[in-house]
């Protein structure tokens, strides 16, 4: 299958769904018409929410006018002067702590033997989430705010109790958020709990989501994605998510047996070693973070007081 993305972007106070192929996006509606004489305006929201129901046709209609995009049988022109909005709103954000061996060396984080335990999860608020390009406000309570690139799982159909071996079919695709963190604000002296996660990754803007949302049906093997994170540049994170101590299919197995997953559910996997807390190194404003992964794409994000 031809890899491309789905995209929500913004042009010239219109705001529509798009087809990322290649390295140019096109507008999903105009494509869709030229290839498979769909007409119809296409709503990323609803198409995530109806997953079950709708996905795997829209997959198809969306890898054919991929497909005429590519090889040129239609007349598609790239979209210019767009500005890429976060591709569906998310319905809840789990994230797992502590899933790559080399990242809780790199934070001091003492695990126990992966036979005796089980992915350890927190919820990240959604009202986090904010697209590529646009800018992450540092907090003036946070001194040590830091990246993580993390893999994110969509979930595109309702699902509890879910075996392992059945996991990925319930996946909708899979997008890149970057876990921005306050270190800081991540532990507390005043309670005996001695972690919050909750309110050390929960801030407005800390969690950068995008570019677009790549159907299941393009990655053949989550398991083996290259993951990076730059700073001005630099490279600061360079992993596999081959790396992860609870794979993608066990942390949705987790999930299912305490709730009921959701269509439009995002879970970030967790990220490998480089994080700025690693190195002793922090985000200042005028920073600039672009969180890549392997056949999905990268985001890029300023850093600006706030």
Known sequence: MIRFGIASYELNGRVAAGLSVGDALYDAQTVLKQATGDAAPVDVDALVRGWDQDGAAAVQQFEAAARAVADGSIDAKPLTGYRLRVPFTPRRIFAAAS?????????GTELAPREESTPYMFMKAETSVVPTLAEVRIPPQAERVDWEVELAVVIGKPGRHIAIEDALDYVAGYTVLNDVSAR?????????????????????????LGPWLVPRACIAEPQNLRMMLTVNGETMQDGNTSEMIFSVAEQIHYLSSILTLQPGDVIATGTPTGVGMGRGIYLKPGDVMVASIEGIGSIENPLVQG
């Open 184 to 208: 800081d604000l991540n532990r507390r002296t005043d309670y005996p709990f001695k972690h919050d996660w909750f309110r050390g990754k929960s801030f407005d803007t800390f969690g950068p």
């Open 99 to 107: 899933n790559y061996y080399e990242h809780a060396r790199e934070m």
